[in-house]
T-cell receptor, first 115, second 111 residues
């Protein structure tokens, strides 16, 4: 149980392109979803927290106009990296939780490379 | 002082031995504690969750929590080479769904 699917696994695109990443909870309803970014050999960095039907809450220093998050249903959240540039290249990982003190379950991540 | 501290390692353990991973946290109102395993280039995978003082066992894994000492540990019995990974300790406070992660301990099981 507690399977989170993230798509796509890999994206390579040109600078200036917008990229959408999907995160789905397959066998549970996720009241809260989280988006993280991880650079090589570094810790996970929380970008934002999203609740179904509400605006996402962004961490300090994360540009909400650049990283658009939509949490349209209890099983789907999307992250759109708008006008991506090489410095946005990273490993983006979503997680989902049923809320409260329950654990977060992570998707497999999306490796984004901007040329 | 970091909110969640782990020894970064690397920690090397012979195959078949017990691997002991430790984590301390600073916030006394922390309520939930998790251990995640992350293989290189992969996303974290939940190994154990623990909410009350004492031990919790699941197969070869045992999580131990001592709230008075603000300490949580993970024991891996009969260590296997496939256990080689970075282990992340994560905590959250009551009423806060965000997790605070430690920097992780890199574990290597030596065949």
């Amino acid at each position: 149980g507690a399977v989170v699917s993230q798509h796509p696994s890999w994206v390579i695109c040109k600078s200036g392109t917008s990229v959408k990443i999907e995160c789905r909870s397959l066998d549970f309803q996720a009241t809260t979803m989280f988006w993280y970014r991880q650079f090589p050999k570094q810790s996970l960095m929380l970008m934002a927290t999203s609740n179904e039907g509400s605006k996402a809450t962004y961490e300090q220093g994360v540009e909400k106009d650049k990283f658009l998050i939509n949490h349209a249903s209890l099983t789907l959240s999307t992250l759109t990296v708008t006008s991506a540039h090489p410095e946005d290249s990273s490993f983006y990982i979503c997680s989902a939780s049923t809320g409260g003190q329950q654990p977060q379950h992570f998707g497999d991540g999306t490796r984004l490379s901007i040329l | 002082q970091k909110e969640v501290e782990q020894n970064s390692g690397p920690l090397s353990v012979p195959e078949g031995a017990i691997a002991s991973l430790n984590c301390t946290y600073s916030d006394r109102v922390s309520q939930s504690f998790f251990w995640y395993r992350q293989y290189s280039g992969k996303s974290p995978e939940l190994i154990m969750s623990i909410y009350s003082n004492g031990d919790k066992e699941d197969g070869r894994f045992t999580a131990q929590l001592n709230k008075a000492s603000q300490y949580v540990s993970l024991l891996i019995r009969d260590s296997q080479p496939s256990d080689s990974a970075t282990y992340l300790c994560a905590v959250n406070r009551f009423g806060n769904e965000k997790l605070t992660f430690g920097t992780g301990t890199r574990l290597t099981i030596i065949p």
